[in-house]
C-alpha cells in the first residue's frame, strides 16, 4: 500500500510540474527560462564531483558519530583536480564524457525529428 501511495504521488507530481511548466513557458518564456538555468547553476556546487570532506558530526567527547560504520560528514570544500603527467587527467575523462552525453543527446534529437 505504501509503495502504492508513493508511486501514485510521485505520477500525479510529475504530470502536474510538467502541466505547470509547459503553461510557464507558453505565457513567461524567457523568465522560466532563466529560473531554470538559475536553478540548474546553483545545483553545480552541490553534485561537483570533486570534494574534500572537512567536517564530521561529533558526540560532546569529540568522537565522531558513525553511520553503518562511517563518519557523517557535516562540510564538504569542493576543489578542482590537478592536471597529471602520467596519464589522463579526471578533468580531461570528464570532458570526454560529457562530450559523448551531448553527442548522444544530439544524436537522439535528430533521430526524433527524422522519424
Known amino acids: 500500500i505504501t509503495l502504492g501511495l508513493v508511486a501514485l504521488g510521485a505520477a500525479i507530481g510529475i504530470v502536474s510540474i510538467a502541466q505547470l511548466l509547459g503553461w510557464l513557458f507558453k505565457n513567461y ?29 561529533t558526540d560532546e567527547a569529540g568522537n565522531f558519530i558513525l ?26 575523462i570528464a570532458a570526454v564524457l560529457a562530450l559523448v552525453g551531448f553527442g548522444l543527446v544530439v544524436f ?8
Open 108 to 115: 537522439i534529437e535528430r533521430l526524433a525529428n527524422n522519424n
Open 29 to 57: 518564456h524567457d523568465v522560466t527560462v532563466a529560473s531554470l538555468i538559475g536553478l540548474m547553476a546553483g545545483s553545480l556546487r552541490k553534485v561537483w564531483p570533486w570534494k574534500n570532506d572537512v567536517a564530521w558530526l
Open 67 to 92: 553511520n553503518d560504520g562511517h563518519r557523517i560528514v557535516i562540510d564538504q570544500q569542493n576543489y578542482l583536480p590537478s592536471l597529471t603527467v602520467n596519464g589522463p587527467s579526471e578533468i580531461a
